[in-house]
């Protein structure tokens, strides 16, 4: 087991890009359940207020898509002081390649 030694890496920027304008995939179709209307003591329809519960419902906007301008910018964040463990095991990894067979072969030798 080793450790790798532990350095601050501070505060790292990405570069700047203008992603320009995008779009929402679409879906969204959907309904609300606001309750009922209920007119004031009046009587008249310019003092109409809602009640809870079941009743009126919104009209469904179907799916649909949004456009969102998002363009350029960056973005900027702490990375800190950190390390890193490195473990190695003792007998090491199976190497195959043509070196290290040739390397192997000719220790055998000795």
Same mark, same amino acid.
């Given at each position: 087991?080793?450790?790798?030694?532990?350095?601050?890496? +501070?505060?790292?920027?990405?570069? $700047?890009?203008?992603?320009?304008?995008?779009?929402?995939?679409?879906?969204?179709?959907?309904?609300?359940?606001? +309750?009922?209307?209920?007119?004031?003591?009046?009587?008249?329809?310019?003092?109409? $207020?809602?009640?809870?519960? +079941?009743?009126?419902?919104?009209?469904?906007?179907?799916?649909?898509?949004?456009?969102?301008?998002?363009?350029?910018?960056?973005?900027?964040?702490?990375?800190?002081?950190?390390?890193?463990?490195?473990?190695?095991?003792?007998?090491?990894?199976?190497?195959?390649?043509?070196?290290?067979?040739?390397?192997?072969?000719?220790?055998?030798?000795?």
């Amino acid at each position: 087991t080793a450790r790798a030694q532990d350095t601050d890496l +501070g505060t790292k920027s990405t570069s $700047s890009f203008d992603y320009g304008t995008k779009s929402t995939n679409t879906t969204g179709n959907h309904t609300h359940q606001f +309750g009922g209307y209920i007119n004031s003591y009046w009587g008249d329809s310019n003092h109409t $207020s809602f009640q809870p519960g +079941g009743g009126a419902w919104t009209q469904a906007a179907g799916d649909h898509a949004h456009t969102v301008y998002i363009g350029g910018h960056e973005h900027t964040m702490y990375i800190g002081p950190h390390g890193h463990v490195v473990i190695v095991d003792a007998d090491g990894n199976a190497e195959t390649t043509v070196k290290n067979i040739a390397f192997n072969y000719i220790v055998r030798l000795a």
